[in-house]
């Protein structure tokens, strides 16, 4: 999608090694988003950077950490994988944080704990 | 937790028909949006409609919000094999994050 980029686009991993996501915008955007979608739970958002160095703990953020340093980048971490943890996680961004605009969405990390 | 609840969650139409799905929410909102996801890819942003607005056109589509009855419906005219996807509404309750319901997976036959 134009201006977001997720890196990688598959990965897989053994449980209990640390993994990294990295999600990059070229849109300047104040706001960037870690969600997880999973059969019958739709999206759930895992943490969100309202600038840089400055981010906030969604619904499901337990075993994840992020770290925005700059503007363009919002990394997110698995600490320690875990076989829950194997979904799709999709970056979003957002000039206003939802408000009269909405999320413009990257094309997704499969990630696969085994 | 989900603050959007679509309804229903599968819905198979012939093309050419009308596709109305149906989202309820449980807290206040500043507005709501819907957003389409094709397989395999990420989510699309339709329509958003703001909590004093009743009602939004663009396109082929349609959006109503009740904030009486806390719902709000998204009609889609004239349906297209292209509008095979699965569909999500997404509200805002101003605190800078959207909350997602769990999708509606609407099929549209040739």
């Known amino acids: 999608d134009a201006g977001i980029t997720q890196s990688p686009r598959h990965k897989v991993t053994e449980t209990g090694t640390p993994v990294t996501l990295r999600c990059h915008q070229t849109?300047?955007?104040?706001?960037m988003y870690w969600y997880r979608q999973d059969p019958g739970h739709g999206l759930r958002l895992i943490h969100y950077?309202?600038?840089?160095?400055?981010?906030d703990k969604g619904e499901v953020s337990d075993g994840y950490s992020v770290s925005r340093s700059k503007t363009e980048d919002f990394l997110l971490t698995l600490e320690s994988a875990t076989s829950s943890q194997t979904s799709v996680y999709f970056c979003?961004?957002?000039?206003?944080?939802?408000?009269?605009?909405?999320?413009?969405f990257g094309s997704g990390t499969r990630l696969t704990v085994v | 937790s989900q603050q959007g609840e679509e309804d229903p969650q599968a819905l198979s139409i012939q093309e050419g028909e009308n596709a109305t799905m149906n989202c309820s929410y449980k807290?206040?909102?500043?507005?709501l949006q819907w957003y389409r996801q094709n397989s395999g890819r990420g989510l699309v942003h339709l329509i958003l409609?703001?909590?004093?607005?009743r009602e939004k056109h663009s396109g082929r589509l349609r959006v109503t919000l009740d904030t009486s009855k806390k719902s709000s419906s998204l009609l889609i005219t004239a349906s297209r094999a292209a509008d095979t996807a699965s569909y999500f509404c997404?509200?805002?309750?101003?605190?800078?994050?959207?909350?997602f319901g769990k999708g509606i997976t609407l099929s549209v036959r040739p």
């Open positions: 979003a961004i957002s000039e206003t944080g939802g408000v009269g605009y909405g999320y413009t």
């Open positions: 849109e300047n955007h104040r706001y």
């Open positions: 950077s309202y600038g840089v160095k400055d981010t």
């Open positions: 807290t206040s909102i500043n507005n």
């Open positions: 409609i703001r909590s004093n607005e």
């Open positions: 997404a509200t805002d309750e101003a605190n800078s994050k959207l909350t």
